[in-house]
């Protein structure tokens, strides 16, 4: 029992002094939104917010490592430090009366490493190694304002992967045509 205790207890101190290491969040593909003549509002009075219409499952993929340090590469660094991460996107120039929103699924993507010396631990103080979507993994709407940027998911230790689907909602005020905005993904880290 006293061996258990002073494990504990060393792993207790060792998170309390702990800082965030510095990561690299990895974002593949890009979502295309093509509607065409079959797709619009055949019939008065109803608009195509009420539908909308999806990119694939995996228009992109994100990925969050922690940075080599020295000799360390990034899969002994997300072995030996665990912390939480929060995924929050916005967009930017969206057009007017263009909605869109994005989802993941639950334990979406790939821990990295696949097991880590935390998975071992009896009490894991963060909770398993896992993927959480807001919203339970139903459609949350992006915001066009960075200082509005909503959370879409969070994850605990480091992960590749991890698929984002997005629905667009176009307005019958929508003027026609091609439209270019960005998306943005701001990750944030935290020891509890």
Same mark, same amino acid.
């Given at each position: 029992?006293?061996?258990?205790?002073?494990?504990?207890?060393?792993?207790?101190?060792?998170?309390?002094?702990?800082?965030?290491?510095?990561?690299?969040?990895?974002?593949?593909?890009?979502?295309?939104?093509?509607?065409?003549?079959?797709?619009?509002?055949?019939?008065?009075?109803?608009?195509?917010?009420?539908?909308?219409? @999806?990119?694939? &499952?995996?228009?992109? /993929? #994100?990925?969050?490592? %922690?940075? =080599?340090?020295? *000799?360390?590469? $990034?899969?002994?660094?997300?072995?030996?430090?665990?912390?939480?991460?929060?995924?929050?996107?916005?967009?930017?120039?969206?057009?007017?009366?263009?909605?869109?929103?994005?989802?993941?699924?639950?334990?979406?993507?790939?821990?990295?490493? @696949?097991?880590? &010396?935390?998975?071992? /631990? #009896?009490?894991?103080? %963060?909770? =398993?190694?896992? *993927?959480?979507? $807001?919203?339970?993994?139903?459609?949350?709407?992006?915001?066009?304002?960075?200082?509005?940027?909503?959370?879409?998911?969070?994850?605990?230790?480091?992960?590749?992967?991890?698929?984002?689907?997005?629905?667009?909602?176009?307005?019958?005020?929508?003027?026609?045509?091609?439209?270019?905005?960005?998306?943005?993904?701001?990750?944030?880290?935290? *020891?509890?």
């Amino acid at each position: 029992m006293k061996k258990i205790l002073l494990f504990l207890s060393i792993i207790t101190s060792s998170w309390i002094h702990a800082q965030l290491l510095p990561g690299t969040m990895n974002v593949s593909g890009m979502p295309a939104f093509i509607q065409n003549i079959d797709d619009v509002v055949r019939e008065a009075g109803l608009d195509d917010t009420v539908t909308g219409f @999806e990119s694939a &499952i995996d228009a992109n /993929l #994100i990925s969050f490592t %922690l940075d =080599p340090l020295l *000799l360390l590469n $990034s899969e002994v660094m997300c072995n030996e430090n665990v912390f939480r991460y929060s995924v929050y996107v916005h967009t930017q120039n969206l057009p007017a009366n263009l909605q869109i929103e994005a989802r993941t699924y639950m334990n979406s993507g790939s821990r990295f490493p @696949e097991v880590s &010396i935390y998975d071992l /631990l #009896i009490i894991q103080p %963060l909770g =398993p190694r896992d *993927l959480t979507p $807001s919203n339970g993994g139903d459609y949350i709407p992006v915001p066009n304002d960075g200082s509005q940027a909503i959370k879409i998911f969070e994850f605990v230790g480091c992960r590749t992967d991890i698929p984002v689907q997005f629905r667009i909602k176009a307005s019958s005020k929508f003027a026609g045509g091609t439209g270019n905005f960005n998306i943005v993904y701001t990750v944030v880290g935290s *020891l509890l």
